[in-house]
């Protein structure tokens, strides 16, 4: 689903909604060794500390809309890691100011991870909300900033175990090399502080993706 409008400053904004997930085609890739992500330069390796992974998705066949999902599979602390990169929606900024290009990704990635947000109430009607506020990933030098939700939910079927009640981390930053948009999906027994291994996850799983105008 597209829609597009016109704000002020001269700036044109496209594709504020990303398609949901189910909706997309979606065709699973299983290559061997470090995987490049050819549309952001990402690079998905083989496996960060307890993490394998187990798949590439490929949603858009152009390749600019994929992700990787790791496992860390230790018995009642399992933890399910999707990484998503896909393009942040459409911003052209016809000469304007970097103060007002910056202000205008800024509402327009609030608006992108609400609708993330949504994906996740609609693919789990019993989420319930327990903290959302601002990101902040220090990978070496860099520092990304962006939004995080926190939820509880019951996962039908989490590592071959029915109806397990989890916790379900959302962290996204968006305009990431000035157009695209890193997802994180995580969840795992909610009754495990995962809080470290996750932590551990994001700062090693550099990003790859060339900075702006690059």
Not at 84 to 104: E, H, K, M, T, W
Request: contains cysteine; hydrophobic residues 40%; glycine residues 6%.
């Amino acid at each position: 689903m597209k829609r597009s409008l016109r704000l002020a400053f001269g700036l044109f904004i496209s594709g504020l909604l990303i398609p949901l997930s189910a909706a997309r085609a979606m065709t699973e890739l299983n290559p061997e060794g470090p995987y490049k992500q050819a549309a952001t330069d990402m690079i998905f390796p083989v496996s960060i500390g307890d993490f394998r992974r187990i798949n590439i998705i490929r949603y858009a066949e152009d390749g600019t809309d994929e992700s990787a999902g790791y496992n860390r599979e230790i018995p009642m602390s399992e933890i399910s890691a999707t990484v998503y990169l896909f393009p942040s929606p459409g911003l052209s900024s016809f000469g304007s100011p970097q103060n007002v290009i910056d202000d205008a990704r800024s509402r327009l990635c609030v608006q992108q991870f609400q609708a993330i947000q949504r994906e996740v109430s609609g693919a789990h009607p019993d989420a319930k909300l327990i903290s959302e506020g601002t990101a902040r990933l220090v990978q070496g030098a860099d520092i990304h900033i962006g939004h995080r939700a926190f939820y509880t939910l019951t996962n039908p079927l989490f590592f071959d175990r029915r109806d397990v009640a989890s916790r379900s981390d959302v962290y996204v930053f968006c305009f990431v090399g000035g157009k695209w948009t890193v997802e994180y999906r995580i969840d795992y027994p909610q009754d495990y502080d995962a809080s470290k291994e996750i932590a551990d996850f994001m700062r090693e799983l550099v990003w790859t993706i060339p900075p702006e105008n690059n």
